[in-house]
């Protein structure tokens, strides 16, 4: 199973990424906009995958979020990425104790900003995480296209068939 994960934050690091990528292809006022009224910005939707990402991998580490960077102090693509890059480090030092016993020992969570816990085996905290990101992207990529930003392909098969060629 912890190949399962390991394949799986692969493909979810690579997919963020190409986001990202296509995010800098943006004006730094078009990045802040919303492309439609009533449509958050790319910029609200890139900090929030971060933010969530980064604050559930600290969660199954056992660690404590103290506090949530703000929009304002992830203003460009570059500060998102840092923190992305934060939770994928945090992922990598969990790796090792994905056994299958620790996955399915469920953990109480509290979330910040509002005292509710939960609790949640870690299996499911880290499918979420991908799932999640997967669900944003989904909506960054619609955001992008409005704004003349042709999206990539995120899917997980797009991956997988990259994975397969550069084996071959």
Known sequence: MNDDFASLYAYNRWADQLILDACRKLTAEQYGAEPVPGWSSVRSSIVHIAVVSE???RGVAGETVQSVPTEAELATVDDAERLLDGAY??????????????????RTRTFSG???????????????????????????????????????????????????????
Do not use: C
């Open 55 to 57: 604050g559930w991998l």
């Open 89 to 106: 480090r945090i992922f990598e030092d969990l790796a090792p104790l994905l056994t299958p016993e620790y996955l399915s020992t469920p």
């Open 114 to 168: 509002g005292g509710r816990t939960a609790v949640l085996p870690p299996w499911a905290v880290l499918r979420q995480v991908v799932n999640h990101s997967t669900y944003h992207r989904g909506q960054i990529a619609a955001k992008l296209k409005r704004l003349g930003v042709e999206p990539p392909m995120t899917d997980l098969i797009r991956w997988v068939m990259e994975q397969m060629q550069a084996k071959s």
